[in-house]
């Protein structure tokens, strides 16, 4: 069972055995942690999923009145307040309850930790949807290994969808199994897709356009890659590609996706990273893996 947002004893003994009593007097409702630093995996999950329960309630408290408090990369990559607080929220929590554990996150958390493990979060994916009041945003934790992703929560707070994966145990929405589509024929995938912020990189991304779209059902934008990569384990679309996404929007959405059966990688045999991500169901893979690699989809334009 899943601790409750704001219960204080929530220890399952057996299930989180790296824990500390959560009648500690110094407990601030957080769970704690020993010096245990390879707990099951189930256990990460568990916290990863309390952690995003209650950064999505923060998110969701803080959305009215949303305003840009700065940019970064460009003057569309904004950043909220709520960017900021539940980052520092997240960041905090983890510190205390794995202490020993490396962090990532994308407003600037950064600890080396000395674990083995690293949570690697992106306090709200889909900054722009939240700013503008479009309820398509998440809160995305992966915690990771030295093969990857060992446990991923995505929680999207306006729809109450709780999206979870744990290596080789299958992945979930709201706890019912998800499996990715089964479409064999590209011109019936529908496709999602996304843009960065810098105006270079977004002309790149508009010129593979003219490419993919006649030869698919149809492209969406949706505006959270993690979340787009969820869909995709859901089959709410059959497939996802972008350039240019980071560590925080792939760590937990990579796992969903594949331990619902998609296919996630580069072009080329290479690994989804920054250069590009395709996710997609086996049945299209490879035909969008070759549109993808004739349109140079992987040729960074701002290394030019
Ligand atoms: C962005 C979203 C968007 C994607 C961008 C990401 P952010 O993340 O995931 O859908 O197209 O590449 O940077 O800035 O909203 O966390
Ligand atoms: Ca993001
Ligand atoms: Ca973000």
Known sequence: ?????????????NRTPFYLSPCDPRDTGWPQTGRVTRPEPAALLDLATDLARRAGALALEMRAGVETLETKSSPTDVV??????????????????????GLLGEEGASDEGTSGLRWVIDPIDGTVNYLYGIPHWA???????????VAGVVLDPSK??????????????NGRPLRCSS????DQALVATGFGYDARRRSAQASLLPTMLPAVRDIRRIGAGALDLCA????????????GL??????????????????????HGRVAAHALVLAAAPG???ALHDLLAAGGADQDPLAE
């Open 160 to 173: 109450g969808e709780l999206w979870q994966a744990v290596r080789g145990s299958g992945s979930t929405l």
């Open 183 to 186: 479409v064999t024929a590209l």
């Open 232 to 243: 995709v384990a859901a089959g709410r679309v059959d497939g996802y590609y972008e350039q």
């Open 246 to 267: 980071s560590p925080w929007d792939l760590s937990a959405g990579r796992l969903i996706a594949t331990e619902a059966g998609a296919r996630v990688e580069g072009l």
């Open 284 to 286: 299209v893979f490879a």
């Open 1 to 13: 069972m899943l601790p409750r947002i704001g219960s204080r004893c929530r220890v399952d003994r």
């Open 139 to 149: 809160v995305s934790i992966g915690v990771e290994d030295a093969d990857g992703t």
């Open 80 to 101: 909220t307040a709520a960017d900021q607080a539940v980052e520092r929220l997240l960041s905090e929590a983890i510190r205390q309850a794995r202490p020993d554990d």
